[in-house]
């Protein structure tokens, strides 16, 4: 089973790490390539799958790489690594990009592979809610400290709906209580509910205006000023990784199953139907529409200030989300 995903650990004793830690994972190793360690923010699942992509077709290694990805799981410090010079590179939403920086971590997005989130709200059909705008009369598992549910809970006036939110710890209840919905991804819980007979309602929250990039690339300023010509090369692999995996995925799929046995082949195959969607893939050209790992900063100044409206972050300069993603590492020039 599947535990709630936390998204980053940064939260807790993060000045108290800057002040205190350092460290530095690289340098060369006995092959003559270059250590590098890639932090996930959750355990190995499609979502990382490009990054494993090139791990497994080996464009890490043709760029005189030699990577090591960690896997992640609840409350996984990704931001405290970076921050430490412990990890090389991170995976983490931009959303928590932008906190992690008006936290004082000083952390840029690279690429961002997933163009759309999958964050979404799973509800029984047997509630008859079809949409948001019928999304009340409902217990609701979530968690709070998860900027998305302030965001839908604000724009969806739940406290005049009588919508009820529990913690999230399992899906249990979710197959259990016919009158229940829960937070999710879309290639991933809804899944799990299949599989126990239940055809879920996806509300993807996407649709109510909050959209952070997924699975971005993340590093700190310190190695991209220091070392610009192995930021360059990571994120020139890792974009032909998620080329590789979006277009011929088997041999990824069953090295993800391998490191992480709650992930089978074909609950790879349904979530990476899903991400081809959410990367805007076109089947006929094999490719996305837009290049991939693309970024704008209009979309980070517009996540940036909806953090703000929700009281995720405070401070008035905009510098804060417009200086969180560098778009001077991608091949293509910024998408408008």
Request: hydrophobic fraction near 40%; glycine fraction near 8%.
């Amino acid at each position: 089973m599947r535990m709630v995903r936390s998204n980053n650990g940064w939260l807790l004793g993060f000045c108290f790490i800057v002040l205190c830690g350092c460290g530095d994972g690289s340098g060369p190793t006995e092959s003559g390539r270059e250590k590098v360690l890639l932090q996930l923010n959750w355990v190995p699942e499609a979502e990382h799958g490009g990054f494993y992509a090139a791990l497994e077709h080996g464009y890490y290694e043709q760029l005189g790489l030699d990577v090591e990805i960690i896997p992640g799981g609840v409350s996984a410090p990704v931001t405290q690594q970076l921050a430490m010079n412990r990890v090389q590179f991170g995976v983490m939403n931009a959303d928590w990009v932008i906190m992690g920086r008006h936290s004082g971590a000083k952390i840029q997005a690279l690429m961002a592979p997933i163009q759309d989130s999958p964050r979404c709200l799973l509800v029984r059909p047997e509630t008859g809610i079809t949409n948001f705008s019928n999304f009340q009369n409902i217990t609701i598992a979530a968690k709070p400290e998860d900027p998305f549910l302030e965001f839908t809970k604000r724009k969806l006036e739940w406290d005049k709906k009588n919508v009820t939110i529990v913690p999230y710890l399992s899906m249990q209840t979710f197959f259990t209580n016919e009158n229940y919905a829960q937070q999710g991804y879309s290639f991933s819980e809804p899944f799990l509910a299949k599989a126990q007979g239940i055809d879920p309602v996806v509300l993807l929250v996407s649709e109510l205006g909050y959209n952070p990039y997924t699975s971005c690339l993340v590093a700190d300023e310190s190695l991209i000023r220091s070392n610009p010509a192995l930021v360059r090369k990571f994120v020139q692999a890792s974009i032909r990784g998620w080329e590789k995996y979006l277009a011929d995925p088997q041999a990824t799929n069953r090295r993800i199953s391998e490191l992480n046995r709650d992930q089978t082949l074909a609950s790879l195959e349904f979530a990476l139907d899903d991400i081809r969607r959410l990367s805007h893939w076109d089947s006929e050209t094999q490719q996305t529409t837009l290049p991939m790992g693309a970024m704008t900063k209009a979309r980070f100044t517009e996540l940036g200030t909806s953090l703000r409206e929700i009281g995720f972050i405070s401070a008035d300069d905009d510098s804060v989300f417009q200086n969180a993603l560098n778009l001077s590492f991608l091949p293509e020039s910024e998408t408008p």
